[in-house]
């Protein structure tokens, strides 16, 4: 046997000093407890006595609330022990306190690895600043949404909280139906009360008493009308609301309106005047459709786009119609981009089933693929049906096709159910033909929140855009104090606000439109559609700021500014 050789190999090597070092280590350990003791005479040394381990006893758990020192317990209340200080942790974790005492002096105690560092760094590191800004505003925006209900809150009494006079009552009758600014008046009365029911009335064609015609909830109502077998009754009010319609449309038409609402039971139509928003025509807003009332626009000539879409699918020309004629499906302009779809939907100069056939497909296959592929593409048109990307918006000499369409639209007259030959309800803040006055219906009531007593009024039905501007001009002229309003929108509405901030953008970037210089007019052209001039300024405005829509507003009356 050979004698072993005196060299290491590196395993070896590593092995002795692994060795060595662990030595080193417990003795370093070992004579731990001699330091402590020196260096703390309070401190307990620790017990090295493994006796009791040998003789079976116990060990007793360290964690144990009899194994405290009750006459040491640490007073939390005392101020040395504050819970925003470092001694505290320490004094708790029964750990020695001298390194948050006495820092040394060359090390910058910014640094150290305190435990209250330690967070601040951890917090700045991982915390988001979720404090935001509220921005001020001079005047409040136009929201083109009907609202269905308005509550207004204010530490401070309303001054219309009682009972209307007579005059009080006349004066804003003669106010509203005359279009008057009540507050240059002298012979009307100019109280706050007669001011504020002049902001609570609108017309309405047609009113039947026993049914609720804003908003139209079919769901909620299980009753039938009595109208649907009464041929006479369906025809008279269908004939009294073509001649309210044809009214209120030629008022627009003639700058003396400045809007009006067309409420039915599958959409809602407002039909804006040309100056309005700054458009240079009149325009008009349907929402929300579905691909059958689209496929009728396009049947009966009806232009439109559809603002709230992607850029590159907002419009179908006629031309695009034509492209598509022959297939048995609405459009597939919304599926593929441009390219494919004069691939797909239209086909190249030659016929593509002459093409399929001479690849050796049968005619049978071919029909397959054509409705298969039909069925994709008004599969994708009918995507956005009653969502807020459906809206169709219509302008200029094709508001007059849209207005033909509606008077003839079978699906704006419900046949049966609660609605049954009520044709759609319309909502103007003029006088037209056949429209009946009506008022909001007003609450007064008193919160408490906070301990603090808070005066609300709640006005319900159909809030008009000029309804909220005029109650607010009231309201700070009125009011001595802040206060606040919160809405309830008619929610298929909502669209009207986003796609007239998307078409107001639309015209400010078109500077170079022949039509731009006539904006300076639109004030003056417009100057007898019933709205007071202050308020006119904002609705002609072309600033798309000017428009947004609106969940709740806060006056604050220090400024005299606006936040939402």
């Known amino acids: 046997m050979d ?7 590196p395993n070896q090597v590593m092995q002795l000093h692994k060795l060595k070092k662990r030595k080193k280590a417990l003795q370093d350990r070992m004579k731990q407890p001699s330091t402590s003791i020196a260096e703390e005479p309070n401190k307990q040394p ?14 007793k758990n360290p964690f144990s609330k009899n194994s405290l020192d009750q006459n040491k317990k640490i007073k939390l209340g005392d101020p040395q022990f504050d819970e925003s200080n470092d001694k505290t942790l320490f004094a708790l974790l029964k750990l020695p306190s001298n390194i948050v005492e006495k820092p ?39 929201d083109w949404a009907l609202k269905t209900k308005l509550r207004l809150m204010s530490a401070k009494p309303f001054p219309w909280t009682s009972k209307l006079k007579a005059s009080e009552e006349a004066s804003g009758i003669t106010g509203f139906v005359r279009c008057l600014d009540t507050t240059l008046s002298s012979t009307l009365d100019t109280s706050p009360r007669a001011r504020f029911h002049q902001t609570c009335l609108y017309w309405q064609h047609p009113h039947l008493p026993w049914i609720s015609l804003f908003p139209r909830s079919t769901g909620k109502v299980a009753a039938t009308n009595f109208m649907a077998t009464n041929e006479e009754a369906k025809q008279a009010l269908f004939t009294e609301w073509t001649e309210s319609f044809r009214s209120l449309f030629q008022l627009v038409r003639a700058l ?13 139509c407002v039909f ?9 025509e009149p325009c008009a807003l349907i929402a929300p459709t579905t691909r059958g009332l689209r496929h009728a626009l396009r049947q009966e000539d009806v232009e439109f786009t559809m603002p709230l879409r992607p850029d590159n699918k907002r419009k179908l020309n006629n031309s695009e119609e034509e492209r598509i004629k022959n297939t048995s499906f609405d459009s597939c302009y919304d599926t593929m981009d441009d390219a494919n779809n004069e691939k797909n939907c239209s086909g190249d100069e030659e016929d593509p089933d002459e093409f399929l056939s001479q690849m050796g497909l049968e005619t049978e296959e071919i029909k397959k693929i054509n409705n298969a592929q039909a069925r994709a593409c008004a599969s994708a048109e009918s995507s956005v049906d009653s969502a807020a990307e459906s809206l169709v918006c219509v302008r200029g000499a094709d508001a007059q096709a849209l207005f033909n369409f509606l008077l003839n639209c079978k699906s704006a007259v419900s046949p049966a159910g609660p609605f049954a030959g009520v044709p759609p309800t319309l909502l103007a803040p003029t006088a037209f033909h056949g429209g009946t006055l009506q008022s909001l219906k007003v609450r007064e ?25 005029s ?26 606000s986003w796609a007239a901030k998307k078409m107001a953008e639309d015209e400010a970037s078109n500077e170079n439109d022949p039509n731009h210089f006539t904006k300076a007019f639109n004030k003056e052209n417009l100057s007898d559609c019933g709205i007071h001039e202050d308020m006119l300024q904002l609705f002609c405005s072309s600033d798309p700021n000017s428009v947004k829509s609106l969940d709740s507003v806060k006056y604050n009356s220090e400024d005299d500014t606006f936040t939402w």
């Open 445 to 469: 009531n008193v919160i408490y929140s906070d301990n603090k007593k808070y005066y609300s009024i709640e006005l319900r039905g159909p809030i008009l855009p000029t309804t909220v501007h």
């Open 471 to 496: 109650l607010f001009n009231l309201l700070k002229t009125s009011t001595s104090g802040e206060f606040s309003a919160t809405f309830a929108h008619h929610k298929p509405t909502l669209a009207f």
């Open 272 to 280: 804006r005047a040309a100056g309005v928003c700054g458009a240079a």
């Open 3 to 9: 004698p072993p050789s005196p060299w290491k190999t």
């Open 46 to 59: 620790i017990n090295l006595d493994f006796s009791r381990i040998l003789n079976g006893d116990k060990r």
């Open 104 to 142: 040394p002096q060359d090390v910058d105690s910014e640094k150290l690895s305190t435990f209250s560092n330690l967070l601040q760094k951890f917090t700045a590191d991982h915390t988001v600043e979720t404090h935001v800004v509220e921005k001020k505003y001079k005047h409040l925006t136009i």
């Open 256 to 268: 003396h309106c400045p809007y009006f609402y067309v409420c039915a039971n599958a959409f809602t």
